[in-house]
């Protein structure tokens, strides 16, 4: 049982550098994770499948943070 089960993590820029390392520690940790990205779904969905490949929960989803709407959107999606 991990530390972080039945939560959910979601955290920006998650498709490549320092991002995708967090996301991959919080899924590890047994969170589920929304691997969030303004415009590189290619490696969005790179980081999902190895989340996936370890036994872990997470999927993509793109938007802008910087963009009001895009978070309004983020949330709203479930």
């Known amino acids: 049982m991990g ?3 039945s939560k959910v993590a979601l955290v ?5 550098g320092i991002g995708a390392g967090i ?8 969170a589920s994770v929304v691997v969030n ?9 790179r980081v999902v499948s190895e989340i996936a490949e370890r ?3 997470a999927f993509a989803m793109q938007g802008d943070v910087s963009k009001s709407d895009d978070v309004k959107q ?3 999606e479930r």
Request: without cysteine.
């Open 23 to 30: 996301a991959k520690g919080l899924a590890a940790a047994g």
């Open 37 to 45: 990205h303004a415009s590189s779904k290619h490696g969005a969905d």
């Open 12 to 16: 920006t820029g998650a498709s490549k």
């Open 74 to 76: 983020l949330f709203a």
């Open 55 to 57: 036994g872990g929960k």
């Open 3 to 5: 530390v972080l089960d």
